[in-house]
């Protein structure tokens, strides 16, 4: 298995990692062949093609086989092995293609300039047109890290029969790669989304409907040339139909829809869990409003909600949901004042940021204490969206909801909760997703997972997994699914703020009613494990 971010460990947040990890334990578990996971290496922070201070964490377990090792020394790059579990890892620092000098067609040239060669004497890629560009940067580390999963995977066939399964347009020129030269292996890949469908966002359903296959302006074209590269695999599958008819639209490529899914480790509840994660998010939330702003709350009247994302403001509906907020305020002001329910102040943590950031430069107060200074391009875009509807922290006193950026990748020590992914989750009284564009949206199912109900947009793929488990088992809960490509802005809005609205009340007033929702989105986790779409993976890669 290949992808950009494969590795024994990530620091971002969700994505293609967390597929290909999710896949290789669970083939591992179903297959006697050997699983070998194949990525870049990112030695140092600023490796990496773009500032988001990636570095990988190779710590392994255990040494991989000699034969492993040895197709790995044949690529001619620097690399490291391991092994985790029965999974094996092999990741590759592609930046020495930079400097390493080769000779290829009767001249000396950086590998990576005969790299860009070859991939235009096989495929026409034309790199001179993308290597000065604003992306240029990444796609030739993407060309580079194709070549050498290529190569790895021509060496592996002296032990055998090998087959290769790429998730992601970054390695799909591995596949034009080997196809062209006729090696004998056989072929998967797997759109996530597409470049296009990312760059128009809500707007590629209305192409779809028209049947309209031009592009936007100002498309990254050289890595949508990567991207079409998958018309070279054998099979081709999407996570979502929305995914495969976008493929089918702009590239004439199509395939099979096998869904992404979670691997749920718990078989009950883990309301202890649920707790004590809701009382650490309080505890720390009130301790720092109280140090920091001078506002003093009790506990029990904080309800968390949070939001999880990469850092893309339209795509992931974030102007959608700091409206949805204000209705949310609304409504519980008034429900408040009218003596319906006590005083309450729902946070809404916005979990997203444009790298990582050492703890040691963020402020004691974090998250509660936000300086501008600490922030970074839309990191800084999002708090003033904040502030402009007056949902920060510095507006809690007149509001019953407050929006809180967290631009940070969560974990044990990241300066603010100190907590992991799966604990916000837990600990929270629901998640908000109302993506504008969206694959699939695993971190919905993730939050599922830890008993955490969600409300969802229709835009995600993800969305159409559930209706079908309606349709089939019955299951209804825990789920809120918003409309937000055929109705109007402020239906969807209202729609958004309601469905958190119907997730809170519950808490407040319907303990019962409460915890069957937490129930039913646990079961919807559970029904939607990783064992089908793995098995499926499995039966074409064997064939």
Not at 272 to 285: G, Q, Y
Not at 421 to 443: K, M, N, Q
Request: charged content about 25%; aromatic content about 10%; proline content about 4%.
């Amino acid at each position: 298995m290949a992808g950009e971010e494969a590795g024994p460990k990530s620091n971002k947040l969700g994505g293609v990692w967390n597929v290909i990890d999710a896949e290789a334990k669970k083939m591992a578990e179903i297959a006697s062949e050997e699983i070998i996971v194949v990525g870049p290496y990112f030695e140092r922070l600023g490796q990496d093609w773009s500032p988001k201070n990636r570095i990988t964490h190779a710590e392994f377990d255990d040494a991989v086989g000699s034969a492993i090792d040895e197709a790995a020394k044949r690529v001619g790059l620097p690399y490291v092995t391991g092994k985790i579990g029965k999974v094996n890892y092999v990741l590759f620092n592609v930046e020495h293609c930079l400097g390493r000098i080769v000779r290829y067609d009767n001249q000396d040239m950086r590998l990576s300039d005969a790299v860009k060669a070859e991939a235009y004497r096989l495929v026409g890629l034309d790199s001179l047109r993308y290597e000065a560009t604003s992306y240029g940067r990444e796609y030739t580390h993407y060309l580079n890290l194709s070549y050498a999963v290529s190569e790895f995977t021509k060496a592996l066939l002296d032990s055998g029969k090998v087959s290769l399964h790429c998730h992601e347009y970054p390695v799909f020129y591995a596949i034009a790669r080997l196809e062209k030269l006729k090696i004998p292996v056989k072929t998967v890949a797997t759109f996530h989304a597409t470049k296009i469908g990312r760059a128009l966002g809500v707007g590629v359903f209305d192409k779809i409907r028209r049947g309209d296959p031009t592009y936007p302006p100002n498309i990254q074209h050289g890595l949508v040339e990567l991207e079409k590269l998958a018309k070279y695999a054998e099979t081709v599958t999407f996570v979502s139909e929305g995914t495969r008819a976008e493929a089918k639209l702009f590239y004439g490529i199509d395939g099979l829809v096998i869904r992404n899914g979670i691997e749920v480790t718990n078989e009950i509840i883990d309301w202890e869990k649920k707790t004590e994660c809701l009382n650490r998010i309080r505890s720390t939330i009130v301790s720092r409003l109280s140090r920091y702003n001078g506002i003093e709350l009790e506990e029990e009247q904080i309800i968390p909600i949070y939001t999880i994302s990469r850092l893309e403001l339209e795509n992931k509906g974030y102007p959608d949901l700091m409206d949805a907020l204000v209705i949310l305020d609304r409504i519980l002001t008034n429900r408040i004042e009218n003596g319906e329910i006590e005083e309450v102040k729902v946070f809404c943590l916005l979990i997203t940021a444009f790298g990582y950031k050492d703890p040691s430069t963020l402020p004691e107060g974090f998250p509660v204490e936000l300086p501008d200074e600490i922030l970074v391009g839309d990191e800084l875009r999002l708090k003033k969206m904040v502030e402009k509807r007056k949902i920060d922290v510095g507006n809690l006193k007149k509001r019953a909801v407050c929006a809180m950026p967290y631009p940070q990748w969560v974990g044990r020590n990241d300066g603010g909760f100190g907590m992991t992914i799966d604990e916000i989750a837990a600990g929270c009284v629901a998640g908000i997703f109302p993506s504008r564009y969206e694959p699939f949206l695993l971190t919905a199912l993730e939050a599922c997972s830890e008993a955490c109900p969600v409300v969802i947009s229709r835009a995600c793929g993800f969305s159409g997994a559930v209706k079908e488990l309606q349709r089939r088992k019955g299951i209804f809960g825990g789920v809120i699914l918003v409309d937000n490509i055929e109705q109007s802005y402020l239906e969807t809005i209202t729609d958004y703020a309601f469905g958190l609205h119907i997730i809170i009340d519950a808490l407040l007033r319907d303990r019962a009613k409460d915890k069957m929702m937490c129930s039913t989105a646990f079961v919807l986790a559970n029904e939607m494990s990783w064992d089908e779409p793995v098995g499926m993976y499995y039966e074409i890669l064997r064939e």
